[in-house]
């Protein structure tokens, strides 16, 4: 099993900037991709961004300049640095991880969600 713990979410202006982190713990053996999604009301949940355990990133198109994701292996943490929000980017962001576990003798990979934290953007 693997917890996922986010902080850093809540209120801010637009055009202001918050950083998002999220911390994995657990019993697994290593870590493989981690990421961030968003889901707006009304809305799917989307890709925001993510990092492969290799430093490899990925980015939705439309937030490529304003958020950068970041991870430290050693401690299992996945960060998300957003600036120049706008209010459309409120939502409720998500990370998400992709880890080596055992299950049942054998080894596989599985995927993990954390409870997701409220970013809102004031215009």
């Known amino acids: 099993q693997v917890q996922l713990v986010e902080s850093g979410g809540g209120l801010v202006q637009a055009g202001g900037s918050l950083r998002l982190s999220c911390a994995a713990s657990?019993?697994?053996?290593?870590?493989?991709?981690m990421g961030w999604y968003r889901q707006a009301p009304g809305k799917q949940r989307d890709l925001v961004a993510d990092i492969s355990s290799g430093g490899s990133t990925k980015y939705a198109d439309s937030l490529k300049g304003r958020f950068t994701i970041s991870r430290d292996n050693a401690k299992n943490t996945v960060y998300l640095q957003m600036n120049s929000l706008k209010p459309e980017d409120t939502a409720v962001y998500y990370c998400?991880?992709?880890?080596?576990?055992?299950?049942?003798?054998?080894?596989?990979?599985?995927?993990?969600w954390g409870q997701g934290t409220q970013v809102t953007v004031s215009s």
């Open positions: 998400k991880t992709n880890v080596v576990e055992r299950r049942f003798g054998s080894w596989s990979t599985g995927d993990y």
């Open positions: 657990g019993t697994f053996f290593s870590i493989n991709a």
